[in-house]
């Protein structure tokens, strides 16, 4: 974990995410422009994001129970050896200073893998973070100090970037052979060769190419490649597709949603995001601790709100070919979490189903 200075510690924000969906709490953050240390702690797993001016400076994951990861992202993605790695972490620990500037110190890595790196770390921990549906958390107001080689991110540039991911998977993970099997070049390697200059391959496509020896797993040669799993899925496919890379393993095991209705729930998140960033609607309010504003009986509901349902109730539809008598179904189907099933539509009449249609209705008052 970098060292920061505790010029001032105080709890800004806290609340839990049963309430408050992590990209609402994200997006405050980044929109307020504030600095300091957001803290989650959910099941099975520790979280950290720290944020300096509103920007995401560095973040942190780790499951309960185990051992301290500090910098396993490095081995993983073949930047450094464990040894190399253990060494560094024993240098920190008597320095203070950062991983990433002993590793490029000790001239184990460049800045450039560096930042590659760490800024892969943060898209993972994002990711992570949105899969949240419970858990409380805190943020604390301290001085926290950028990574030298990772230039700060925008709350809205990363959480652009995973609603790409979530929206683009679904197209491409029927292609994808297991991120267990091992990828293997074909005949036609002398061909793409021939080609020199004129290589037809695209950047992602041809550093995966060179990563691939036969004896990786395609996890290991996208974690290597450190492109990320969409771009690495793009590439395995596309060189699957020309035919310069064969797979003879089963389809189907993957290690983000897979099944229809994951991905339809991917869909959901994709869409809630994409309404906070355009519609820039806000439920958290400026209190100092997060005292929700959420609808009440009565009230409409919020553009981002509706949206997540009748998205979450379209899905229900492709996947059952109607929509649920209930509205309790898309919880229990695993398309809503319970936290995001606003308020108001829990009253009796507010969720109507009309033969092929339904009827949303929030403003009916709960029956005496």
Same mark, same amino acid.
């Given at each position: 974990m970098p060292p920061y200075e505790?010029?001032?510690?105080?709890?800004?924000?806290?609340?839990?995410?049963?309430?408050?969906?992590?990209?609402?709490?994200? $997006?405050?953050? @980044?929109?307020?422009?504030?600095t300091g240390i957001l803290e989650v702690r959910a099941k099975p797993m520790d979280l950290e994001v720290h944020f300096r001016d509103g920007r995401i400076v560095f973040s942190r994951a780790e499951l309960r129970g185990t051992h301290?990861?500090? @910098?396993?992202?490095?081995?993983?993605?073949?930047?450094? *050896?464990?040894?190399?790695?253990?060494?560094?972490?024993?240098? $920190?620990?008597?320095?203070?200073?950062?991983?990433?500037?002993?590793?490029?110190?000790l001239g184990y890595a460049t800045p450039t893998q560096v930042g590659d790196v760490l800024r892969l770390q943060v898209q993972e921990d994002a990711l992570k973070l949105l899969k949240l549906s419970e858990g409380p958390f805190t943020f604390r107001t301290v001085a926290v100090s950028e990574e030298p080689y990772l230039p700060p991110i925008p709350v809205e540039q990363m959480l652009l970037d995973c609603l790409r991911l979530l929206d683009e998977w679904p197209t491409i993970a029927g292609d994808l052979p297991s991120f267990d099997a091992v990828p293997k070049l074909t005949d036609q390697t002398g061909e793409l060769l021939a080609h020199g200059a004129d290589n037809p391959l695209e950047r992602g496509e041809m550093i995966l190419y060179e990563l691939i020896d036969g004896a990786r797993t395609l996890r290991e040669v996208i974690d290597r490649s450190r492109l990320g799993?969409?771009?690495?899925?793009?590439?395995? *496919?596309?060189?699957?597709?020309?035919?310069?890379?064969?797979?003879? $393993?089963?389809?189907?095991?993957?290690?983000?949603?897979?099944?229809?209705?994951?991905?339809?729930?991917?869909?959901?998140?994709?869409?809630?995001?994409? @309404?906070?960033?355009?519609?820039? *609607?806000?439920?958290?309010?400026?209190?100092?601790?997060a005292t929700p504003t959420l609808p009440t009986p009565g009230m409409t509901l919020p553009p981002l709100d509706r949206a997540r349902v009748e998205d979450a109730l379209e899905a229900y539809r492709l996947a059952y070919g109607h929509y649920p008598d209930r509205i309790v179904q898309l919880v229990e189907d695993g398309l809503l979490?319970?936290?995001?099933?606003?308020?108001?539509?829990?009253?009796?009449?507010?969720?109507?189903?009309?033969?092929?249609?339904?009827?949303?209705?929030?403003?009916?008052?709960?029956?005496?």
């Open positions: 505790k010029e001032t510690d105080e709890i800004a924000l806290e609340g839990d995410l049963r309430r408050f969906r992590p990209e609402e709490v994200l $997006q405050f953050i @980044g929109t307020s422009e504030k301290d990861a500090s @910098g396993a992202i490095f081995v993983r993605t073949g930047v450094v *050896t464990e040894e190399n790695l253990a060494y560094a972490l024993d240098l $920190q620990k008597r320095s203070l200073k950062r991983l990433g500037t002993i590793l490029v110190e799993d969409l771009e690495g899925a793009k590439a395995i *496919t596309a060189l699957i597709s020309r035919g310069y890379v064969v797979v003879e $393993q089963r389809r189907g095991s993957f290690s983000v949603p897979g099944t229809f209705l994951n991905r339809a729930w991917g869909f959901v998140v994709a869409t809630a995001l994409l @309404g906070i960033l355009v519609g820039g *609607t806000w439920l958290l309010g400026g209190a100092p601790h979490p319970l936290s995001a099933l606003p308020e108001p539509l829990r009253y009796a009449g507010a969720y109507v189903r009309k033969g092929d249609d339904y009827r949303l209705d929030p403003r009916i008052e709960s029956a005496p």
